[in-house]
């Protein structure tokens, strides 16, 4: 049974930095992309960024955040810097056979972690 729990989560003001970690279980990882994903009130789940052999951010995190995993840990890493009160949101870690930044093609999601930023 595949299962992801994220953690770090918390209250930060602008500009300052939060690192989410997702915690995987349940199968071998290493050949699978890990994404996070992040929902904001009222608004639909969007991408963030995912890690495969390669990493893709959405264009408003670039330069900011970064995503990373151990293997040998089952462990994927969020680093978020210079945080804005739109980054607010609830942030998923997900995984998927398929890749890429659509929500449908990730079969496995943890239960979110909040990150609120204050300005």
């Known amino acids: 049974q595949v299962q992801l729990v994220e953690s770090g989560g918390g209250l930060v003001q602008a500009g300052g930095s939060l690192r989410l970690s997702c915690a995987a279980s349940?199968?071998?990882?290493?050949?699978?992309?890990m994404a996070w994903f992040r929902q904001a009130p009222g608004k639909e789940r969007e991408f963030v960024a995912v890690?495969?052999?390669?990493?893709i951010y959405t264009d408003s995190v670039k330069g900011r955040f970064t995503i990373s995993r151990d293997n040998a840990k089952n462990m994927v890493y969020l680093q978020m810097n210079s945080l804005k009160p739109e980054d607010t949101a609830v942030y998923y870690c997900?995984?998927?056979?398929?890749?890429?930044?659509?929500?449908?093609?990730?079969?496995?999601w943890g239960q979110g972690t909040q990150v609120t930023v204050s300005s």
């Open positions: 349940g199968r071998t990882f290493s050949s699978y992309a």
């Open positions: 890690i495969t052999w390669r990493t």
């Open positions: 997900a995984t998927s056979s398929r890749g890429g930044v659509d929500v449908y093609k990730y079969d496995y």
